[in-house]
């Protein structure tokens, strides 16, 4: 379908949804309706199992919070400072947790946070009521998620795996080409937006893909599959940035021998050939494999171990490019078998975490404890009516945006919406409403409206507005089974949203504002670590740990302009490299097991070294460690010819590549092979 | 047909408890035939597991009404 009618039929689907949400709740006369019409604008998304996901984690959410209330208000309600301190602290507790989860899940902590505060603030001054209100937000939101899912399952549904295929296919191709391209050129300034990219799409795809779990029943479900697919894309500029490196350092001390520059072209030839076979069948893929082994097959004659090192990383790129190609398709249709060894390696692979920042949960997590606390001091030494409202508002401004770089510029669009949506508001409740007399004619009224909101929230461009106007207009005309227009309430409930938002936004200002050049610095930083800890622990698992380094790689690169260049060479700010030494490190464990007890301990050496460095970076380290490489690569040549000692040399020749470059003699030395 | 459970003091309508109870054997019957690779065959996955629900709810429904009469 095109994209036009795409957004129409989302459009239509939303609009029944609301519509259907209204009507029940009204025909049951539920207490409050306009709680199940934001439902469905918060849950409705263009993907059906996002929407399902979403109304999941929701429902959970709001169960959660509800249940905290209950156990709360009772407790608490005659001791109204105790009852703000603990709801607050409940919010910034929850916003937390959440964070600590970047997947769509968080939702479901973040929303029992600022649920228990919707539901105890609103209660506080009819503590008897507090069952009745729980129950009542529990049904409209139960009954906007379903309406939601149902019509957002059946009319016209796009499921996430189409889309997911889609994406995947073009960054397998993109990668190709761009691989293709790049060997035969030198490195370049753009290629760090490259990497950005790809990075952001393969942490957009992990997140897009825990939906398919909830997708309508004919999307099968390879959550494994996806993961090994993910590590290979990953492992793709690694190892590309590494041949590139490699060969520059090689052009600089010697030419680069006829051999070598042959099996170069040959390598762009296939990566463009694996890039454009649309659907990868085995027997192709075979008849490739065999080219990619001859690429790699040992150099004949006095070579260099850089030149041998360039060679095995040109068959480690091109086997995780055509192996990407064959997961791609295995996602599609999982039944048809993987070859043996991708087969065992998907059934043993296990969940991968993306990168997680305690600090800024902590952060956000005071912000919205301090905002709740604010609000509610405000509400109580004013004795200000409407300041449950305020503080509610101020724990919802705080969460929501709190996964963003810059939340405060959310909070005050938020404003800014309620701002726009009141005057409609305004005019239905004051206008069109008064001459409303039952549902058929309430639905024509608001027809128009939902229609326009549903249809701007299906494009991408004017999303999140839309949300924000549709839940502030949903907010602002506040339907209830009967009609009760009062100017006075209409106007301090709001104002009093605005307020909360208002304090909301301050208190991010003040505990969330963090230059974009220290937070690459902090979460690089967190990169070290994990390298430090690949390098000293015995037996690493190299691949769930790519994702996550990778995943920093590109918040890292998002974080630092073309300006940064030289901040981030100061700061040794540079995920790519931490990658590579990361991947080289593995590689090196891998080939321990082939070789002999001593040489055993000299590269464990070099792993402890490699640790130190990560650890803190000081020269008297990289001086220890390219004493240790250079021992190591020496020890390493005296063994007989293995599969262990080659790849072992190319991985101790590249970490010296990386971590000490400033000895070139050991590179240049002749592998009588 | 209408009817409440009492649990725990707490009063849950009897369609709740069905459509609760139709949605577990649903899950249940979608994962069978997923695993039996049988919705190659159906057209409109989310129209299919909808009707799927209501009659199964309608089954527990009758069922239940049987029982108790």
Redesign the interface.
């Known amino acids: 379908m095109s994209p036009r009618s795409n957004n129409l039929t989302f459009a239509l689907a939303n609009t029944s949804a609301v519509l259907g949400a209204l009507f029940i709740a009204f025909a049951l006369n539920l207490e409050r309706p306009y709680w199940a019409m934001f439902t469905v604008f918060i849950i409705a998304r263009p993907i059906?199992g996002a929407v399902r996901s979403k109304g999941v984690y929701r429902l959970l959410g709001t169960t959660g919070g509800a249940a905290m209330a209950l156990f709360l208000v009772p407790l608490l309600v005659q001791t109204p400072v105790l009852l703000c301190l603990t709801i607050s602290g409940w919010v910034g507790f929850c916003l937390y947790v959440s964070l600590l989860d970047r997947t769509p899940r968080s939702y479901i902590f973040m929303l029992a946070g600022y649920t228990a505060a919707i539901v105890a603030f609103s209660v506080v001054d009819r503590p008897d009521a507090v069952f009745a209100t729980a129950v009542a937000r529990l049904e409209e939101i139960w009954l906007g998620i379903v309406c939601a899912a149902?019509a957002h399952?059946?009319f016209f549904?796009n499921n996430a795996a189409t889309s997911i295929n889609k994406r995947i296919e073009r960054a397998i191709e993109e990668s190709a080409n761009w691989i293709a391209d790049t060997l035969k050129q030198p490195p370049a300034r753009t290629d760090a937006r490259t990497y950005q990219r790809l990075a952001r799409e393969l942490t957009d795809l992990h997140l897009l893909y825990t939906h398919v779990a909830f997708e309508?029943?004919?999307?099968?479900?390879a959550r494994r599959i996806m993961q090994v697919l993910q590590e290979r894309l990953s492992v793709l500029p690694v190892h590309l940035t590494s041949v590139q490196k490699a060969l520059e350092a090689q052009r600089t001390r010697a030419t680069l021998c006829p051999e070598v520059s042959r099996r170069i072209d040959t390598a762009s030839d296939l990566a463009r050939r694996i890039g454009s076979t649309r659907w990868a069948s085995a027997r192709s893929l075979e008849r490739l494999s065999y080219q990619i082994d001859d690429i790699g097959k040992e150099l004949t004659g006095p070579r260099t171990l850089l030149e041998q090192a360039i060679t095995s990383r040109l068959v480690s790129l091109l086997k995780a490019l055509a192996e990407s190609r064959i997961l791609s398709a295995a996602l599609k249709d999982p039944?048809p078998q993987l070859p043996i060894d991708l087969q065992l390696e998907v059934s043993l692979s296990t969940r991968r975490p993306l990168h997680v920042d305690h600090g800024i949960a902590l952060l956000s997590a005071c912000a919205a404890t301090a905002s709740c606390l604010v609000a509610c001091a405000l509400w109580i030494h004013l004795s200000w009516p409407e300041g449950g409202v305020a503080a509610q508002f101020a724990a919802i401004g705080c969460s929501l945006p709190a996964t963003l770089d810059r939340p405060s510029k959310v909070v005050r669009a938020g404003v800014l919406g309620i701002v726009l949506a009141l005057p409609f508001g305004a005019l239905y409740v004051f206008a069109v409403f008064p001459r409303i007399d039952g549902f058929a004619s309430l639905a024509f009224a608001l027809l128009p409206a939902l229609f326009l909101l549903s249809l701007m929230q299906a494009s991408e461009k004017f999303g999140g507005v839309a949300l924000v106007l549709a839940v502030a207009f949903s907010g602002a005309l506040a339907l209830q089974p009967t009609y009760q227009a009062d100017f006075a309430s209409f106007v301090n409930a709001n104002t009093a949203e605005v307020i909360g938002l208002l304090i909301a936004d301050a208190m991010l200002i003040a505990f969330r504002t963090i230059g974009p050049r220290w937070n690459a610095v902090r979460i690089s930083r967190q990169g070290w670590r994990a390298v430090s800890d690949l390098a000293s622990n015995a037996s690493p698992d190299a691949e769930s740990w790519s994702l996550p380094m990778f995943d920093r790689l590109g918040l890292v690169l998002s974080r630092l302009r073309d300006g940064d260049r030289d901040f981030a060479m100061a700061a040794h700010i540079d995920p790519l490299r931490d990658l590579r030494v990361g991947f080289n490190l593995a590689t090196l464990k891998r080939a321990e097991i082939h070789l002999s007890p001593t040489n055993q301990a000299t590269l464990r050496s070099v792993s402890a070294n490699v640790a130190a460095i990560y650890r803190r970076h000081d020269d008297r380290d990289v001086h220890a460690l390219s004493a240790s490489l250079d021992a190591a690569i020496g020890a390493l040549t005296t063994e007989p010819p293995s599969a262990g000692r080659r790849t072992g040399l190319a991985a101790l020749t590249l970490l010296q590549l990386e971590l000490a470059p400033a000895t070139p003699q050991n590179l240049s030395e002749e592998t009588g092979a | 047909m209408t009817g409440e459970f009492a649990i725990d003091g707490v009063f849950v309508p009897r369609v709740l408890i069905e459509f609760a109870l139709a949605f577990g054997v649903s899950l249940l019957l979608r994962r069978m035939l997923r695993w039996f690779r049988l919705y190659r065959f159906v057209w409109h996955a989310g129209l299919f597991d909808t009707a799927v629900f209501v009659v199964l709810a309608w089954t527990i429904a009758k069922v239940g009404a049987g029982i108790a009469s």
């Open positions: 059906s149902v399952s059946i549904p309508t029943s004919d999307v099968p479900r039944v």
